[in-house]
């Protein structure tokens, strides 16, 4: 399991603000991943990475894009901030042989006024 | 593509087993896992299947028949810090692709 850290926890800005979600691991993990989850809703995947300069686009389409210059870390990137993008922000990353096995961080709220 | 489906709610009393089940449509599949995610916090692994068969860590155990498209998470002697949402989440291909993840269910643990 991940030791996984995200910054901010908790995050209210105005519409058109740039904003960059931190996540950092400390475990060498290859796999990274972020999930976007309303609350009660289901996690859905927005971004992941299987390595250094790898990126990929997950099943949700999102206007954010993400970053991997180093392997623990995984940044993401709102150009401009609208309403539609308040949710909870979930980075997670994962041992390459058993991607079923994800260590979740804390989660970045994200709320857009 | 995944497709998983999970009840929305289940309720039980403590001390109770109770099974929480998961049906998948997947183009390709590798395993089934569990999360469990308590209000505000974040999802947290409890369990994985890669073969047919339960999987047991201690009072979770986990259940996957792969030829019925199908699994379920069996928690037992149930406490109230049970109450939580549990997901399911498939894999699309060996060495762990992407995960999909179910809807969730919505455990609650009465006294």
């Known amino acids: 399991e991940a030791d996984i850290y995200q910054t901010p926890r908790y995050l209210v800005i105005g519409t058109g603000k740039k904003i960059t979600l931190e996540c950092s691991q400390t475990?060498?993990?290859?796999?990274m991943y972020w999930y976007q989850q309303d609350p009660g809703m289901e996690l859905h995947l927005i971004h992941y990475s299987y390595g250094v300069n790898s990126t990929e686009k997950g099943d949700l389409s999102s206007e954010s894009t993400v970053s991997r210059i180093r392997t623990e870390h995984f940044p993401l990137t709102l150009e401009s901030a609208r309403p539609s993008h308040t949710s909870q922000y979930l980075c997670?990353?994962?041992?390459?042989?058993?991607?079923?096995?994800?260590?979740f961080g804390q989660g970045t709220r994200l709320t857009v006024v | 593509g995944q497709s998983l489906e999970q009840p929305s709610e289940v309720t039980a009393v403590e001390g109770a087993i109770v099974q929480i089940n998961c049906t998948y449509q997947?183009?390709?599949?590798?395993?089934l896992s569990w999360y469990q995610q308590h209000d505000g916090g974040a999802p947290t692994f409890l369990s994985y299947n890669a073969l047919d068969g339960l999987e047991e860590t201690g009072r979770f155990s986990s259940f996957l028949s792969r030829s019925d498209s199908y699994g379920y998470l069996l928690l037992q002697e149930l406490q109230m810090k049970d109450s939580a949402s549990y997901f399911c989440?498939?894999?699309?291909?060996?060495?762990?692709?992407?995960?999909?993840f179910g809807s969730g269910t919505q455990l609650t643990v009465l006294p």
């Open positions: 997947t183009s390709g599949f590798y395993g």
């Open positions: 475990m060498g993990h290859d796999k």
């Open positions: 997670a990353s994962s041992e390459y042989e058993t991607g079923l096995v994800l260590g």
């Open positions: 989440a498939a894999s699309d291909r060996d060495g762990g692709g992407q995960l999909t």
